[in-house]
């Protein structure tokens, strides 16, 4: 998955789609994600990364990630 290279997301997990107008916040995980997935990391690396820094097990990390990815596919923001 791909985040579309003209979304700008700030530090503080504000996010701005220009090509909507549209306007969106996530928190510090949602930006880490974010971040990852802008560098081209696949989803496995992502998992790797988060279970590495935060206490959280496979299972809970697969169903909220499958649930952010489609958010960030039925805002657009993902290609």
Request: aromatic share 12%.
């Amino acid at each position: 998955m791909n985040i579309k290279k003209n979304i700008a997301l700030s530090d503080s997990g504000f996010i701005f789609n220009p090509s909507t107008g549209e306007s969106f916040s996530v928190n510090p995980i949602g930006v880490e994600i974010i971040n990852l997935l802008k560098e081209g990391k696949e989803k496995d690396e992502v998992k790797e990364a988060i279970l590495e820094k935060y206490q959280t097990d496979e299972a809970t990390f697969e169903r909220d990630y499958y649930d952010f990815v489609n958010n960030l596919n039925h805002y657009l923001l993902a290609e």
